[in-house]
RNA sequence: GGAGGAUUCGCAUAGCGGCCGAGUGCGCACGCUUGGAAAGCGUGUAUAGGGCAACCUAUCGAGGGUUCAAAUCCCUCAUCCUCCGCCA
């Protein structure tokens, strides 16, 4: 949620931001409109109640007729005070409808455009040869199946498309890469947390993905709530309507859950293998910090995502998402897109991003110190999402029979320097 | 799933339909006292919105209702506790 005071003084900027987005720029527009007739209702209103609580007042000093000629009064008062009240919780209400429409203000330094209009800030390792190995690569679906580590038929006959098993090494690879991830985590003074995946409306709606997000959503209607497509949801709502103090900051919390997504509209799109799936789990890095601190914990989080991908030993790029593919509560975002032989192209692993003070103010989190109140920024960004990782994982490190070597990294939790055949 | 009880200012509690935005204790802050500390004494101690300000308005789990007037009465919901049932 947008500052109404900041837009108030700023129209111009949010304009600007809304127009960066593609997204609707008369919005601001309309708020402004709005929210001089809600100041006016609120006035209104604060004006009457104050002449009622007055009288209300007079009324129980006073005795006999001069009692019941104030009565009168009141009970007039009383019907004007209600009118004015509801006035004022409509406008109040369609001012927020309006505010909560507003998506972010974009970082001045983000890219404008559209998905194709990132900006790669740097590659990091080459893509392997495997011409030069003399042999071509296999998919992981098909390393998969060699390895007895994933089993996406059964996972189809049992849950339908987009579901697999991890079995065998590929659970166990599972485990190997949470408990690794949470393991640099904890060196990086995370909390680590194990969140709820069942959240109820408000959790949703306040960090934001019953917007354009929600049709990705699952909701479990016969008892209102939803399962999470990331754990940013219960950790961002963990400190819901809550005032944190400001030694406690910046609180890093790392969350390790199960995510579920519905990935419609995306029929057709990587139907092959476990890129896109509608269950997988992830370890996910989450900030709150004093709003001066954001940008410098947002390169910190990605330095920790790369850290990560350096240690698999995968090549990867790093990309400046463009204005009109963040979501709606980030200012600036950066993805790192590991390099996926098989498909000669580098596709998403991790994602990082800036929500400043926007989501923190919908979920009303604030943090105090010895000048008051104020909105603090939140940042998330994935250190792991399991099913991609082991795509990377099987593709870049396979060799000629099948097999696949194991990241040195990840040796230690899995007691072997290479994946047999099944 | 059933039966009871609870939810008030950081914590613990008091609260008669108007004198309650709300008392007390603890905690915390500042001051006095002291050679220094403790104790003692005094003052202060929520959030949001509006106004240059004095100040005004709202908030006693949430939402409705009754009333001139609701922390207080009524209804719905949420959460927590106790007991019973079921259960990984």
Not at 190 to 214: D, K, S
Not at 283 to 302: G, I, N, Y
Request: with cysteine; net charge negative.
């Amino acid at each position: 949620m947008i500052d109404i005071k900041f837009l108030r003084e700023n129209p111009d900027v949010v304009r600007a931001s809304q127009k960066g987005r593609g997204e609707n720029v008369e919005l601001v527009d309309q708020i402004l409109a709005i929210d001089e007739k809600k100041r006016a209702a609120v006035t209104e209103f604060e004006a009457l109640r104050q002449e009622q609580n007055a009288l209300s007042k007079s009324v129980g000093a006073a005795k006999g007729d001069e009692k019941t000629a104030l009565l009168e009064n009141a009970k007039a008062l009383a019907d004007k005070v209600k009118a004015a009240d509801s006035k004022r919780a409509e406008v109040e209400e369609q001012t927020k409808q309006l505010v909560l429409q507003l998506s972010n203000l974009l970082d001045t330094e983000a890219p404008i455009g559209g998905e194709e209009d990132f900006v790669t800030i740097e590659h990091v390792g080459t893509p392997r040869d495997f011409g030069k190995d003399g042999f071509e690569p296999r998919d992981h679906v098909e390393l998969g199946k060699l390895l007895g580590a994933i089993d996406t038929e059964r996972g189809a006959k049992v849950a339908g498309s987009r579901s697999y098993y991890l079995t065998g090494v590929g659970a166990l690879l599972e485990f190997a890469l949470v408990n690794y991830a949470i393991q640099s985590a904890l060196k990086n003074g995370f909390t680590p947390v194990i969140p709820p995946v069942l959240v109820n409306p408000a959790a949703m709606e306040g960090t934001g993905f019953l917007g354009q997000a929600a049709e990705n959503v699952y909701r479990i209607e016969k008892d209102d709530v939803y399962l999470v497509g990331t754990s940013e949801v219960p950790l961002a709502a963990m400190h819901m309507d809550e005032t944190l103090p400001a030694d406690k900051l910046p609180l890093r919390y790392a969350g390790y859950s199960s995510c579920f997504r519905r990935e419609a509209g995306t029929y057709g799109k990587d139907t092959r293998g476990i890129i896109r799936v509608h269950q997988f789990d992830k370890v996910e890095m989450f900030t709150f910090c004093k709003p001066e601190d954001a940008k410098a914990e947002h390169a910190r989080l990605l330095q920790w995502e790369k850290d990560f991908l350096i240690a698999m030993e995968i090549p990867f790029r790093v990309i400046d998402v463009a204005s009109g593919d963040l979501g709606s509560s980030a200012t600036r975002k950066f993805d790192i897109e590991a390099w996926i032989p098989t498909q000669g192209a580098y596709r998403e692993v991790t994602s990082t991003s800036n929500c400043t003070e926007f989501q923190a103010r919908r979920l009303n989190i604030r943090y105090k110190d010895s000048e008051g109140t104020k909105a603090l920024a939140t940042l998330n960004g994935t250190l792991v999402a399991i099913p991609r990782m082991i795509v990377a994982i099987l593709e870049n490190h396979q060799n000629a029979d099948g097999t696949v070597n194991v990241p040195a990294a990840l040796q230690p939790f899995l007691g072997v320097k290479k994946f047999e055949l099944a």
